[in-house]
């Protein structure tokens, strides 16, 4: 009765911790969908990207998107979606 028949008694929890900065928050704060801002937050921590950027980058892979841009930034992105360059 103390897990109320849940199962989870005596189990150990694995959490993912995630820093959240004033963009990720202004993120959150905006309702942006859970795996676009985690997305977001994964770009920036692998790459040296401006949270515009990096969030741009998750919303055109989340909704399999075409990124029309002209910012060499983008170049890290190549093979995760589709980019279309300006010259």
């Known amino acids: 009765s103390y897990c109320r028949n849940s ?25 942006a969908p859970t795996h676009v801002v985690r997305q977001a937050a994964i ?9 515009a950027c990096a969030f741009a980058g998750a919303l ?3 909704r399999k998107a075409t990124l029309v ?7 890290v992105f190549e093979g995760q979606f589709k980019i279309q360059w300006l010259v």
Do not use: C, W
Not at 7 to 26: A, C, H, Q, T
Not at 43 to 51: E, I, V, W
């Open 7 to 31: 199962g989870y008694k005596g189990r150990i929890g694995v959490f993912e911790l995630m820093p959240v900065d004033n963009d990720i928050r202004e993120m959150i704060n905006q309702r």
């Open 43 to 51: 770009y920036r921590a692998t790459h040296k990207l401006a949270s």
């Open 60 to 62: 055109a892979k989340a």
């Open 69 to 75: 841009t002209g910012d060499s930034a983008f170049r």
